[in-house]
């Protein structure tokens, strides 16, 4: 069995899923290539459009506030993964969430859509909002809603 090219394991990355730079440099150089020739390839995937951070960070942002998790969360999730912040910015604008919304919706799912009645039971959903990345002003919101 022949040894994959530095391209290839880098395009069979980006095949599966979208990655940002920062990925692909760590995995590329767990595979113990040479840091000049994995920007070298990875600036050629850019050029071509085969790699790029902006797609990466729309599907990541789409995929992970499907899950239940908030702007705070997401937006530092995709800082560790090497994303420049007007990248993150320009994603968030696109999205066109309402975290407002999509606070109240995660914790009627989990909790159901009456408020709670005492302090311990609003403490616990407002720890598992904030865990799950919302804002302050989106957790007290959310428990303003009723139907």
């Given at each position: 069995?022949?040894?994959?090219?530095?391209?290839?394991?880098?395009?069979?990355?980006?095949?599966?899923?979208e990655?940002?730079?920062?990925?692909?440099i760590?995995?590329?150089?767990?595979?113990?290539?040479?840091?000049d020739?994995?920007?070298?390839v990875?600036?050629r995937?850019?050029?071509?459009?085969?790699?790029?951070d902006?797609?990466?960070?729309?599907?990541?942002?789409?995929y992970?506030?499907q899950?239940?998790?908030?702007?705070?969360?997401i937006?530092?999730?995709?800082?560790?993964?090497?994303?420049?912040?007007?990248?993150?910015?320009?994603?968030?604008?696109?999205?066109?969430?309402?975290?407002f919304l999509?606070?109240?919706?995660?914790?009627?799912?989990?909790f159901?859509?009456?408020?709670?009645?005492?302090?311990?039971?609003?403490?616990?959903?407002?720890?598992?909002?904030?865990?799950r990345?919302?804002t302050?002003e989106?957790?007290?919101?959310?428990?303003?809603?009723?139907?």
């Amino acid at each position: 069995m022949r040894k994959q090219s530095l391209r290839e394991r880098a395009m069979n990355f980006l095949a599966r899923r979208e990655h940002s730079v920062t990925e692909l440099i760590t995995k590329l150089r767990t595979a113990e290539f040479e840091l000049d020739d994995i920007l070298d390839v990875i600036d050629r995937l850019t050029k071509q459009d085969l790699q790029s951070d902006q797609r990466f960070a729309e599907n990541y942002l789409h995929y992970r506030s499907q899950r239940g998790f908030g702007g705070m969360k997401i937006r530092h999730e995709l800082k560790q993964r090497g994303v420049a912040d007007d990248i993150i910015n320009n994603a968030f604008n696109e999205a066109n969430i309402d975290w407002f919304l999509h606070a109240i919706t995660q914790r009627c799912k989990r909790f159901g859509e009456q408020s709670p009645d005492d302090l311990k039971e609003r403490a616990k959903q407002q720890r598992f909002l904030q865990q799950r990345g919302f804002t302050h002003e989106q957790i007290s919101e959310s428990f303003q809603y009723e139907k």
